[in-house]
């Protein structure tokens, strides 16, 4: 099973509101990532979560603060975003970050529209 | 910034293999390579990665050049399934996945 799962797959939120995504996998990998893609851009690494402890943050700002409750749970949860905020989150699992080639395995995402 | 070149766009016809070539002459010698893709809309898929051999599984073919500088994704029978943007990674452990630009892979009938 090399499934992520990642809900909702559609969300629509104004700039006020608060709001939470949800990433999760079943595999047993120990890292666990959030990427941002704007339309017609290839993905971009917000955070990254090694062993449930935030290893890498992409300068992101504060307005998306993500966590991992458990090895297998990832979230993002997201206030006072901005309509450029809108794009498609993607999350991925991968075995461990360091220690081996350790390929990403990603969940189909979230589309993200802010008004 | 992507450790990789990619022509940005090719056409194959269904059926046929289809070839997908990546620059990487920076490539340190602990760096893989790695292919994904990513279909309409959807997340991106792992294909394959490799060190120095060439690698093969259910999905593609990888081929390195022997001083590692450049590879060749292949796709033996290309589908119309197939059509994606194709993304070619170089990476180190513990290094972050940096995604260029791609190469967007249209398979025709």
């Known amino acids: 099973d090399t499934e992520v799962t990642q809900t909702p797959k559609h969300l629509v939120m104004g700039m006020t509101n608060k709001k939470s995504l949800k990433c999760e996998q079943h595999m047993g990998h120990r890292a666990m990532y959030w990427y941002k893609q704007k339309a017609k851009k290839p993905p971009e690494l917000m955070f990254v979560?090694?062993?449930?402890?935030?290893?890498i943050n992409e300068s992101v700002p504060s307005r998306f603060s993500p966590e991992c409750p458990n090895s297998s749970l990832l979230n993002l949860h997201l206030h006072a975003l901005q309509p450029e905020d809108s794009a498609l989150y993607l999350c991925?699992?991968?075995?461990?970050?360091?220690?081996?080639?350790?390929?990403?395995?990603f969940g189909p995402g979230t589309r993200l529209t802010v008004t | 910034d992507a450790k990789t070149t990619q022509p940005p766009s090719m056409d194959c016809a269904e059926g046929r293999a289809a070839n997908l070539p990546c620059n990487h002459s920076?490539?340190?010698?602990?760096?893989?390579v790695y292919w994904y893709r990513q279909i309409h809309s959807q997340g991106p898929q792992y294909i394959i990665h490799?060190?120095?051999n060439n690698e093969t599984n259910e999905m593609a073919s990888l081929i390195i050049t022997e001083d590692r500088k450049s590879s060749t994704l292949i796709l033996p029978h290309a589908t119309l399934r197939d059509t994606a943007v194709y993304y070619c990674i170089v990476r180190n452990y513990g290094q972050n996945f940096v995604f260029g630009p791609g190469t967007r892979l249209s398979v025709l009938p």
């Open positions: 979560y090694s062993y449930e402890k935030l290893s």
């Open positions: 920076t490539i340190s010698g602990n760096e893989y």
């Open positions: 490799g060190l120095k």
């Open positions: 991925a699992s991968s075995l461990e970050f360091t220690g081996g080639p350790n390929e990403q395995y």
